[in-house]
């Protein structure tokens, strides 16, 4: 069964400042893709960005990248230059073609001004 | 472009009640999945419609219900309503295929007393 594990409730970070979020994830499939949402207090899940399991070549959107490791089954989230306005629960999440996809529990993003 | 739309937007019902939850897709998509998302807690599956047939489902009972119209809207209807039915009902649409992300809605907050 597809899991998905982050194992950070709460992490913080200086603005300006670089963060990393960690997850995990069990499959036993060699194609699949990966996403990392952003929920902010409005509710609504905002895609941040996608990873292609088959592409070698960590996807990279502005001031976030993700550092891809599939031998390992991690997927972690980089943001840079850490504004207050990436404050938000960070949800990463599976998605196979079976179309459904799998959330990990969040991590909460607190940026210190 | 519109977005994912859902009513309403807050809704407190009596234990035993009924309630259906509405939802509009993003123009163009075709695919319309529901998740419950309880408080602390990454969206869990319940199921997902595809030109208005149902082409998933998650672990949930069969008192979760659901539609899809022709024009791609979906109600999320759940009968017999228990304490532990309280959550965040996320409504996402998107085109059909792994590769995509959803568009989520900003979700319908579901409170039973």
């Known amino acids: 069964a597809q899991t998905v594990t982050q194992s950070q409730p709460e992490m913080s970070v200086q603005e300006a400042e670089t963060v990393t979020l960690s997850c995990t994830y069990d499959?036993?499939?060699?194609?699949?893709?990966l996403f990392w949402y952003k929920q902010p207090p409005s509710r609504q899940m905002i895609l941040v960005i996608r990873?292609?399991?088959?592409?070698?070549q960590n996807a990279t959107e502005n001031r976030f990248s993700v550092n891809f490791q599939k031998a390992a089954k991690s997927f972690s989230l980089k943001i840079s230059d850490s504004q207050l306005g990436d404050a938000a629960m960070y949800f990463c999440?599976?998605?196979?073609?079976?179309?459904?996809?799998?959330f990990g529990t969040g991590t909460s993003l607190t940026v210190i001004p | 472009e519109t977005g994912v739309t859902q009513s309403p937007t807050h809704l407190i019902k009596t234990r035993g009640q009924q309630v259906t939850l509405r939802c509009s897709s993003q123009?163009?998509?075709?695919?319309v999945s529901w998740y419950q998302q309880a408080l602390g807690q990454g969206p869990q599956f319940i199921f997902q419609?595809?030109?208005?047939?149902?082409?998933g489902r998650g672990n949930f009972p069969p008192r979760f219900s659901g539609l899809q119209f022709p024009n791609y809207s979906s109600e999320l209807n759940v009968n017999a309503l228990e304490l532990d039915d309280s959550a965040l009902y996320l409504c996402?649409?998107?085109?059909?295929?792994?590769?995509?992300?959803?568009?989520f809605g900003s979700g319908t907050r579901l409170t039973v007393v």
């Open positions: 996402a649409s998107s085109l059909t295929g792994p590769n995509y992300g959803y568009t």
């Open positions: 499959t036993s499939e060699s194609d699949y893709y």
């Open positions: 990873q292609e399991a088959y592409k070698q």
């Open positions: 999440a599976y998605r196979w073609f079976g179309n459904q996809f799998y």
């Open positions: 123009s163009g998509h075709n695919t």
């Open positions: 419609y595809y030109r208005e047939e149902e082409n």
